[in-house]
Nanobody, 114 residues
């Protein structure tokens, strides 16, 4: 089993920044991918950003504003979010793929509002 602990969400004004963290622990041998998804009220969960040994992938809506990074020694993935917009408001979920099994964090609320 793999446990994911997220932190860093909160309330921020438009144009502000937040940094999300997600630490993975448990039966981890090889992490194939780590990433962040988000789900806004009334909308489907969508990929925000992901990172593998092959590189990074971003949703078009966050490209140039968000940066995903990973600390392999700590099994931790980060999402630096800059120039936040009200439409970024959502619950953000950490995702980890270990072998062929998907694991999800509990979610952290990000609210962008003045």
């Amino acid at each position: 089993q793999v446990q994911l602990v997220e932190s860093g969400g909160g309330l921020v004004q438009p144009g502000g920044s937040l940094r999300l963290s997600c630490a993975a622990s448990g039966s981890i041998f090889i992490i194939d991918a780590m990433g962040w998804y988000r789900q806004a009220p009334g909308k489907q969960r969508e990929l925000v950003a992901s990172i593998t040994t092959g590189g990074t992938n971003y949703a078009a809506s966050v490209l140039g504003r968000f940066t995903i990074s990973r600390d392999n020694a700590k099994n931790t993935v980060y999402l630096q979010m800059n120039s936040l917009k009200p439409e970024d408001t959502a619950i953000y979920y950490c995702h980890v793929l270990v072998r062929i099994v998907n694991y999800w964090g509990q979610g952290t609320q990000v609210t962008v509002s003045s």
